[in-house]
């Protein structure tokens, strides 16, 4: 593998500055459109595949939405980091591929992103949705209380609210159809939920520049000290894997959509590497 000193090598290739021109257009056009009250979203962000608002477009327009419009400082945080990210690792990639290659790379993590991140999606609401459909037969407290407990509901205000209630007053005879709504209420917001950004797309990007160039010298901020790519990419998918296996109560960030696109990353940069090996020496 090949090692590199960054320097010269950061001008802006086109496809790294049309993609960032997009993503960027693309969220002043979700601020524009949610004054008038539309969530573009709600439209081009990625759904689950059963709920209603799900398109067969969304797996591959959610790479290029960014945040909430409705929230204007975490929207911005996260783009620029994504773009940030694309700019310092991307340049380098499609300045030594090409930008047909880079641009094929990108969208292929990004898709890859989003299949890995509705398949873990999928164990997740079908296993909630069978749990539901088993304590609807059999609505007691004992139930309740595992049930919040299984899926990490436990910590949610509501929930807990009606756990506390319930556990001093077991004679509660609207406890049982109270908790039967707020769980279906409950699944339907959770399959309705939009999955956006280019994390995805922009974590094999990260990987790929790992993987090729393993002992540059990268600079952490907290704390400031040196680190090689490889062991830096390691840790990162460590840490995203620990995230989303431990799946804590507020966390939305899809962790394993980033790990879904470091994975295709993998795949590709394998079979590019047999087929002409060469090219990465």
Request: charged share 10%; aromatic share 18%; with cysteine.
């Amino acid at each position: 593998m090949a090692n590199f000193r960054f320097g010269n090598a950061q001008s802006l290739p086109v496809v790294v500055k049309n993609l960032i021109i997009i993503n960027v257009l693309m969220v002043v056009l979700q601020f524009v459109l949610g004054r008038s009250g539309i969530n573009l979203g709600d439209y081009l962000g990625l759904h689950y595949w059963a709920s209603p608002l799900f398109r067969w477009w969304q797996p591959f327009t959610h790479m290029f939405m960014h945040g909430d419009p409705y929230d204007v400082q975490a929207t911005l945080m996260h783009i620029f980091s994504n773009m940030f990210a694309l700019w310092m690792f991307g340049s380098i990639l499609e300045n030594m591929w090409g930008p047909k290659r880079f641009l094929m790379f990108y969208l292929i993590c990004g898709l890859g992103a989003a299949l890995c991140h509705t398949g873990v999606l999928s164990f997740q609401y079908i296993s909630f949705h069978n749990d539901f459909l088993r304590y609807e037969q059999h609505p007691t407290f004992v139930e309740y209380a595992h049930f919040i407990r299984s899926h990490h509901l436990d910590d949610n205000s509501v929930f807990k609210q009606i756990l506390n209630f319930w556990s001093a007053n077991s004679d509660c005879s609207d406890c049982g159809a109270t908790s039967i709504r707020l769980f279906n209420d409950y699944y339907m917001h959770m399959i309705n939920e939009a999955t956006v950004g280019a994390s995805g797309a922009v974590f094999g990007v990260l990987f790929a520049f790992g993987y090729l160039f393993p002992n540059t010298e990268l600079m952490l901020l907290f704390p400031p000290i040196p680190v090689k790519a490889k062991w830096f990419v390691a840790l990162y998918a460590i840490f995203e894997l620990y995230s989303g296996i431990r799946n804590s109560a507020g966390d939305n960030i899809a962790h394993f959509a980033h790990l879904g696109g470091m994975l295709f990353a993998f795949i590709l940069l394998r079979i590019w590497n047999n087929k002409i090996r060469n090219r990465f020496y």
